[in-house]
């Protein structure tokens, strides 16, 4: 059993930055790779970016790159999901998961115009 805490959602101007985190704990958490998805208001959960544990082999949704920064801390135990550029559209319940299996219990990011 994996177990997935988020944290380091709020509110923040268009343009402003948040950093995500997800701490993990479990016997084998280490074996999955990491992810953050989010699900917008009144729409379903989409991916946003995926790292392993050794920290190689990031990718992220084209709606994100270039704005936002996945990032592992083997020694934490923490993955963060560091956000800048942030939009309106960038609104939405974030989630922490190891390997789409196991999932945190979300975190809202809410941007304002």
């Given at each position: 059993q994996v177990q997935l805490v988020e944290s380091g959602g709020g509110l923040v101007q268009a343009g402003g930055s948040l950093r995500l985190s997800c701490a993990a704990s479990g016997r084998t958490f280490?074996?999955?790779a990491m992810g953050w998805f989010r699900q917008p208001p009144e729409n379903e959960?989409?991916?946003?970016a995926a790292i392993s544990?050794?920290?190689g082999?990031?990718?992220y949704a084209d709606s994100v790159k270039g704005?936002?920064?996945?990032?592992v801390d083997?020694?934490?135990n923490t993955v963060y999901l560091q956000m800048n550029s942030l939009k309106p559209e960038d609104t939405a319940v974030y989630y922490c998961?190891?390997?789409s299996q196991f999932w945190g219990q979300w975190t809202q990011v809410t941007v304002s115009s």
């Open positions: 280490s074996s999955y959960r989409e991916f946003v544990w050794s920290g082999g990031s990718n704005r936002f920064a996945i990032s083997s020694a934490k998961t190891a390997g």
